[in-house]
């Protein structure tokens, strides 16, 4: 007999509901003391709290049910069919069909194997495309998803065997969502806010005055002035055996570090446990080093990772003994492991001294605590001030991650805590790392309180930076997804919103190549080292639309000036054809720098055509309260009818010019890194 006012009721109520992670799905059926409206054909039926029985000797029996309204899942017809589903003791048919009914009567129907599992008892999970039908369904394309009437399912006709099955599921699932962040559509205002904030906090005010040798302005010369370094560190995991080995790839892996990158960090070769031996044979502090120097040399920066990991899974094995009598609080065993974390950090920061500019002291802490849950937070103060001993040049900075990357708000706060600990006691800490390691479900806002948009990023920055004063850096970037656009659009606003805030001073991904990736997902190139669209975001951003190269003329002072990306610049002044060349200008703030060349101008030539005539007369008369004043009147009519050497003349070797120049450019306020 039908039950239908009970079960359409609560079988309506449930029907639509959005997953955690946004999904969106359609139950049919819990059967959570809830049944069929309709058996027919010997079908039995046993309700249970988690579960109900369908049984039926001959094999076959009907069950139905009608929702009261029907339902629109136009939105799940690319979706799928769930069926979970375990065979009891003596089940006998083959196979089940689930039926799906629209209001015109058209019908679908979906096969599901009730021979996988094999044993009864076990769990079968029906996972199939609504679009892929039995051979008998009806007509996918025909059928009215916007207004389905009820659903159903059968046994097999004909088996020799009775159906005895238990279902425990029933839902159509919608295809994934696209996954959104908050931000991402082109006119977006946080944009607008990201580009005044670049040109706040990254550029500086440049204004070049170019004179010859005597000193006297250079109207109308040419000034081309090239970025070579950002001030920023834009960089990237590296793996020391690819920087210092033969082969193609290792060749291909270094031309790339060089052109995409001003900073690396080294992914595994200076933590503790490969050094110590626990990752078997080939790592070594000599070969990092070795690493590290290829860098230098190369003009690149680098940044150690990690001195200390302080969780026993990320120890080197000779301390386990330690760890267990310390925790039972061993005093023996707390000194010496006290003394082989010292040791450690000497030993490791002594060998990269002057190689490295910063240092991640200590990693990870909030899942990483059992050395500091034997001494207490307090014990970190010493790490960092073995690791300032041992490496004073170096920034020192504490590492965590699902700070930035994930709406772990209380880990959020337990980080500060720890970073305003320190700060307060004094240690000898310079700097907060920030992991960024994302999912794509970690970017989108599905409850209200969560996402990665650009704002919040800024909201979070600001928490930290606002409480401790401290920089931040971004340490090990990468969004671990198969959809290749997302990746690059998301990789474009979140390295634009880092960069326009004033707190941060680099951007590191962890890792760029697939073939040497912890998530080959992550990858900007694919293992055959052709490119995602997330090298092009790269390019477009780190080496142009945030590197300087501008050239024009000094005006009629003789003065060039520009608003400049701070970092080290090349300057090439040309005048009459010559160029003069001045190297290592560092801008980290506004700077006004007189720029004298070697250029010999002769006296009273103020046109600069090489004779001092009537003509120079006229420019003279002209810029006079300007550019020219009366005893330059005198020079020309002392040098009237003088002429400029020729080539064949004696003239200053190109060297003593050149030398000369820059004793003169370093004068006038250049600064040294």
């Not at 039926?45 to 076959?60: C, H, Q, T, V």
């Not at 394309?141 to 399912?153: A, E, I, K, Q, T």
């Not at 200390?308 to 080197?316: A, E, M, R, T, V």
Request: net charge negative; aromatic share 12%.
């Amino acid at each position: 007999m039908p039950r239908c006012n009970l079960v359409l009721a609560a079988v309506f109520v449930a029907v639509f509901a959005w997953r955690a992670d946004g999904q969106q799905t359609y139950l049919l059926n819990d059967f959570n003391n809830r049944g069929m409206d309709v058996l027919i054909d010997g079908l039995a039926e046993e309700l249970g709290p988690f579960a109900a029985r369908y049984f039926d000797s001959d094999g076959f029996g009907v069950a139905s049910s009608d929702f009261s309204t029907p339902l629109d899942l136009t939105a799940a017809s690319a979706g799928s069919l769930n069926v979970r589903y375990n065979p009891l003791e003596g089940h006998g048919t083959d196979y089940f069909t689930i039926d799906l009914f629209d209001s015109h009567g058209g019908s679908l129907q979906y096969e599901v194997d009730t021979t996988v599992p094999s044993a009864p008892g076990q769990f079968g999970f029906y996972d199939l495309p609504l679009s892929i039908e039995s051979p008998s369904s009806g007509s996918y394309g025909d059928f009215d998803f916007s207004s389905v009437r009820g659903w159903g399912f059968s046994g097999q006709p004909g088996s020799d065997g009775p159906f005895n099955v238990n279902l425990w599921n029933a839902e159509i699932e919608a295809p994934d969502p696209p996954v959104n962040y908050g931000g991402r559509d082109p006119n977006s205002p946080w944009r607008a806010e990201a580009a005044q904030r670049i040109d706040q906090h990254r550029k500086s005010d440049l204004t070049l005055r170019v004179t010859d040798a005597a000193g006297q302005p250079t109207p109308g010369a040419t000034v081309r002035v090239r970025q070579t370094r950002q001030a920023f560190q834009f960089g990237t995991a590296v793996a020391v055996d690819q920087l210092l080995g033969g082969s193609a790839n290792d060749k291909i892996y270094r031309d790339t570090v060089l052109e995409l990158f001003n900073t690396a960090t080294l992914e595994n070769g200076l933590k503790w446990q490969p050094l110590a031996g626990d990752w078997g044979p080939g790592w070594s502090l000599a070969e990092s080093v070795q690493a590290i120097d290829w860098l230098q040399q190369n003009g690149l920066e680098s940044r150690g990772h990690v001195l200390i990991w302080p969780g026993s899974q990320n120890l080197p094995s000779y301390l386990d003994p330690l760890i267990a009598p310390a925790q039972s609080g061993d005093q023996s065993a707390r000194d010496q492991l006290q003394q082989e974390v010292l040791d450690h950090i000497e030993e490791v920061a002594t060998a990269t001294d002057g190689r490295v500019v910063d240092w991640d002291v200590v990693n990870e802490i909030g899942t990483n605590n059992d050395v500091l849950n034997i001494y207490g937070e307090p014990i970190m103060d010493t790490w960092f001030a073995a690791a300032h001993e041992a490496d004073p040049d170096s920034k020192l900075f504490i590492n965590e991650f699902n700070i930035i990357s994930d709406d772990e708000r209380s880990k959020r706060q337990r980080y500060l805590k720890s970073i305003q600990g320190l700060v307060d006691r004094g240690a000898q800490i310079d700097g907060i790392g920030m992991q960024a390691h994302f999912h794509d479900f970690s970017l989108t806002d599905f409850d209200g309180v969560g996402g990665s948009d650009p704002q919040t990023v800024w909201d979070v920055l600001d928490m930290f930076h606002d409480a401790t004063g401290l920089p931040i850096t971004i340490t090990e970037f990468d969004l671990n997804d198969d959809n290749e656009t997302l990746k690059a659009e998301y990789l474009r606003d979140f390295l634009t919103a880092t960069f326009a805030h004033e707190a941060v001073e680099g951007f590191i991904m962890w890792g760029f190549w697939e073939g040497r990736h912890w998530r080959p997902d992550s990858a900007m190139f694919n293992q055959d080292w052709s490119e995602t669209p997330a090298v092009e975001v790269w390019r477009d951003l780190v080496l142009d639309e945030w590197m300087t190269d501008e050239e024009g003329l000094a005006d009629d002072v003789g003065e060039f000036a520009l608003r400049a990306f701070d970092g080290d610049y090349e300057i090439v002044v040309t005048i009459d054809g010559e160029e003069y060349t001045f190297s290592g200008i560092e801008l980290l703030d506004d700077l006004d720098l007189t720029l004298q060349t070697a250029y010999a101008v002769l006296p009273g030539d103020f046109n600069r055509d090489g004779v001092v005539d009537a003509a120079d007369y006229t420019v003279w008369r002209d810029g006079l309260g300007s550019l020219y004043s009366q005893p330059d009147y005198l020079t020309w009519r002392g040098n009237y009818g003088a002429m400029q050497a020729t080539a064949a003349d004696p003239a200053p070797e190109a060297t003593a010019a050149a030398l000369a120049a820059i004793a003169l450019l370093c004068g006038a306020g250049c600064r040294a890194r």
